[in-house]
């Protein structure tokens, strides 16, 4: 009986030093990570880098793509940026880009009333071939970033990104006044920018020389370049106090015998008349786009459904519909990872995503405003887990001095998806 418990208590005792050594050695392995990803940024480093210098450890197991099919987009700018004023620049970010393992260029080639390439269309329309920029003269920004972007593989779709608006004095408004849409006490002027140093105006989606110069400017680069597709995105509309000009009013009340429109600019119908102008003017320039190169995808980059339509009268839910848009990369910038999540669970997301691929837009920083690096992460955690298409960063200069962070999101190279390999993958 002694014997048969002396083996017994030797076992047992065995058994609890095995135990408590495995513990131990799982604590030393994970306590490492824990500690570092729980470390705050030191009080002492300056704002402006607190976010873009720091590189968090994941503390959970991350999301990885369902399949090969994910957009890793990022938007290019000519604004606190200066990526696209050389082509050394423009090398040098697509060596790094396709070392992270992004697939998707979003040059922007139409900003504060010039073409950032050289166009004929502009300097026909209001006498500026390319933006004075000294930095863009004497080359092709657009033709390098297509040339370096697919020898590196990237898809490259021009960004379209003032859309209907310019800048107030530009010579485009200098010379076309009339296009110019107004408030109904007559103002035409909205104010941006951290010293309120954008000044800017919108054209009217009505007026039919608008919708040739839009159409004419868009179809020049898809005939010009060898380029994937092209974006259009928020601005792409006309905020909805808009649309007291003459031209458009006018063309109101033909319409409606002789009725004018409401002076509530929110009324519904006046609303809904205004909103089928620009959705005319999209269904202009995705006819005219295919009809030049029927495979050049039409991307569009707007706000929330609710959103666009009330503020810029965007009714691009519609356009998906008519089958006007190829790809949507919704703009989500926010700061709460609540708000965040909750309007990707919105019930129209899953019945667009049955029609086309939809990405998520993400703030990666802006010059005045960083964003942590731990916010990013967790909302491409969202993006994944609810099965969306994949997402694009705006905006290249913010990824900032982060690349070993950024590089941890993305476990493979990944193929862009679209319509065809959605439906396969849902099916």
């Not at 620049?89 to 992004?102: S, T, V």
Request: net charge neutral; with cysteine; glycine share 4%.
């Amino acid at each position: 009986m002694g014997k048969i418990n002396f083996v017994f208590w030797r076992s047992r005792l065995r058994f609890l030093i095995l135990t408590f050594l495995g513990l131990a050695i799982a604590l030393m392995l994970n306590f490492p990570f824990w500690a570092i990803a729980q470390t705050p940024v030191s009080s002492n480093a300056p704002a402006s880098d607190a976010a873009i210098n720091t590189i968090e450890q994941p503390t959970i197991t991350p999301i990885r793509p369902t399949n090969n099919n994910e957009l890793r987009g990022i938007w290019l700018t000519n604004v606190d940026s200066d990526v696209l004023f050389s082509r050394q620049r423009i090398q040098q970010a697509i060596n790094r880009l396709k070392r992270l393992k992004f697939n998707t260029l979003y040059p922007t080639v139409w900003n504060g009333g010039h073409t950032l390439y050289p166009s004929k269309v502009a300097e026909k329309t209001f006498g500026v071939e390319i933006d004075p920029n000294p930095d863009l003269q004497n080359r092709d920004m657009l033709a390098e970033v297509i040339e370096l972007g697919h020898e590196q593989n990237f898809a490259v779709i021009p960004w379209f990104e003032y859309g209907l608006m310019t800048e107030e004095g530009s010579e485009l408004m200098r010379q076309h006044p009339d296009w110019v849409s107004n408030r109904k006490d007559g103002s035409q002027v909205f104010v941006h920018g951290e010293n309120n140093e954008h000044r800017l105006v919108w054209l009217t989606p009505a007026h039919p020389e608008v919708q040739k110069f839009l159409t004419d400017l868009i179809v020049e680069v898809v005939k010009k370049y060898d380029l994937d597709g092209i974006q259009l995105d928020d601005h792409f509309g006309m905020p909805s106090e808009l649309g007291y000009d003459p031209y458009t009013v006018a063309l109101y009340k033909k319409e409606h015998f002789g009725r004018l429109p409401s002076d509530d600019f929110q009324d519904p119908e006046w609303m809904k008349w205004r909103a089928s102008k620009l959705s005319n003017l999209m269904q202009k320039i995705a006819k005219a786009v295919r009809a030049v190169k029927p495979n050049c995808l039409i991307s569009l980059s707007p706000n929330p459904k609710d959103f666009s339509y009330k503020k810029y009268l965007q009714d691009w839910y519609s356009w998906v519909y008519l089958g006007l848009v190829d790809e949507l990369v919704v703009q989500l910038y926010r700061d709460n990872i609540e708000n965040f999540t909750r309007e990707l669970e919105r019930p129209e997301w899953q019945e667009i995503r049955q029609k086309v691929p939809v990405a998520v837009g993400i703030l990666t920083g802006l010059r005045i405003q960083n964003v942590d690096m731990r916010q990013i992460k967790g909302q491409v955690k969202v993006a994944r887990e609810m099965s969306f298409d994949g997402f694009s960063f705006f905006f290249y200069e913010t990824l900032g001095n982060r690349d070993a962070s950024f590089e941890s999101l993305f476990f493979a190279p990944a193929t862009r998806p679209d319509i065809k390999s959605i439906a396969s993958a849902r099916s």
